[in-house]
């Protein structure tokens, strides 16, 4: 360990250089991301700093982890209080803690009333780590409940997704994935998927048949090039999933908390899913924690001691940041936020779109805004960018990706718009 010199000389948790950094990482590090040549040694707020004294404004947020700004303070906090305390280790799921009992109380009625045909009794919470965990457990809830409310055979239950989609990269997640690149020579798939076009209503109804027991969809896609569906979409998928008698899931792990103006990115077109899966800044980005969440009537139904289980699901540690996540979303009004800046920062970026040659489209919503650009190739814009203290990256390729921290202010806007300007504008 004598190569590790976690010495206090801030910035960074060590004095080693970033030279060796790139070393220890190509020699002992699974090869599965390509990253920028860019060593980050802290993170604060909006902005990501190198030990040379460079600057980055983070226009990814960690893919919405976070929302919040990195190391907010008050989460900062109550996970260091809970460190210092003794309340943050990991304790056995066989007893109480009262993080988890605060944090499902507050999650569960933040969120709006999951699948209200079946009552106003409440909403339950299923905590995991990483956002695809949860969205196995979203999984796992629709198969069930396929089989035991509408008696389809155990085992061939099917649920409808979308082209493009992204819920994660499990075995089970790139199973539903359309993306050659995630599955090839990772087979056998799981079965029990079958996949349409995103936006496109009628091919849904095609596929359903008696085996069908769901719908899983992002309300809006993220990595699939962030894409909102033609007006009406999703509600009318609230309408075949009520004709149909099927549960209808958002995958928000991208795009809720915020993210798009509204706490819930569904609440734009007010169609209220069955069950909903989140992420990312449920943690303010400081732990993994994911959750899923449907009305208490399908949880309790679906699961039973012994039914499911994650040794760090629901832990004291992430549900004492996921309070803290929590209470600043709502307090700081970041989803308002996102609207305000994100309407001042889409219309900047609407006008830079017009005067440049290389802008095919701009979209999105709120602090959730990409710009596709017409040879398709965005990392290009990227890379300029981040020379000019900038990080953003793709989104299907074709689309920079411009998801900023909520906590953005004006003078972030013109600094990013200032640089959107020069690499867009020849
Ligand atoms: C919509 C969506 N679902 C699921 C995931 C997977 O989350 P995680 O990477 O935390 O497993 C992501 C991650 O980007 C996502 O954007």
Not at 396 to 408: A, E, F, N, V, Y
Request: glycine share 10%.
């Amino acid at each position: 360990m004598a190569d590790v010199k976690t010495l206090n000389t801030a910035p960074g948790f060590s004095t080693i250089s970033d030279k060796e950094i790139f070393e220890f990482e190509h020699k002992h590090g699974a090869h599965h991301y390509g990253r920028l040549d860019v060593v980050v040694r802290r993170a604060e707020g909006v902005w990501l700093h190198t030990q040379d004294g460079n600057k980055y404004l983070d226009c990814l947020a960690a893919y919405s982890a976070a929302n919040q700004g990195h190391c907010h303070p008050n989460i900062a906090r109550a996970l260091v209080e809970a460190l210092q305390n003794q309340y943050a280790s990991v304790i056995s799921n066989v007893v109480y803690t009262d993080s988890l009992a605060l944090f499902l109380k507050k999650l569960s009625t933040l969120v709006p009333q999951m699948a209200p045909k079946l009552g106003a009794n409440g909403n339950k919470v299923l905590p995991k780590n990483g956002g695809v965990e949860s969205v196995e457990t979203a999984i796992k809830t629709a198969r069930a409940w396929g089989y035991m409310k509408k008696g389809i055979e155990d085992g061939k239950q099917e649920i409808i997704v979308f082209r493009n989609n992204f819920h994660g990269r499990t075995l089970l997640a790139v199973s539903v994935s359309s993306t050659e690149k995630y599955k090839k020579g990772f087979g056998p798939m799981v079965p029990g998927f079958v996949d349409v076009d995103f936006g496109d209503l009628e091919a849904v109804k095609a596929v359903i048949n008696k085996n069908t027991c769901g719908i899983l969809v992002e309300p809006m896609q993220g990595e699939g090039g962030m894409y909102q569906p033609p007006d009406g979409f999703r509600k009318g998928l609230r309408d075949v999933a009520d004709e149909n008698n099927l549960m209808l899931i958002f995958d928000e792990i991208q795009v809720g908390l915020g993210r798009t103006g509204k706490m819930f990115c569904f609440e734009h077109e007010n169609v209220v899913p069955d069950g909903i899966v989140l992420g990312k800044a449920l943690s303010g980005g400081m732990v993994p924690l994911s959750c899923f969440v449907t009305n208490t009537e399908i949880m309790d139904a679906v699961f039973q001691p012994g039914r499911d289980g994650s040794t760090f699901g629901g832990y004291p540690l992430a549900c004492i940041a996921g309070n803290a996540a929590l209470d600043v979303l709502v307090d700081e009004d970041l989803a308002g936020r996102s609207t305000k800046m994100g309407a001042i920062l889409h219309k900047k970026i609407d006008e830079i779109a017009a005067r440049s040659s290389h802008v095919k489209e701009v979209r999105g919503r709120g602090l959730f805004i990409g710009i596709e650009v017409k040879n398709g190739d965005a990392m290009s814009f990227c890379s300029k960018l981040l020379k000019l203290g900038l990080l953003a990256n793709d989104s299907h390729g074709h689309t920079i990706r411009i998801s900023p921290p909520l906590i953005l202010d004006e003078e972030n806007i013109d600094y990013i718009v200032e640089r959107l300007e020069k690499v867009l504008v020849d």
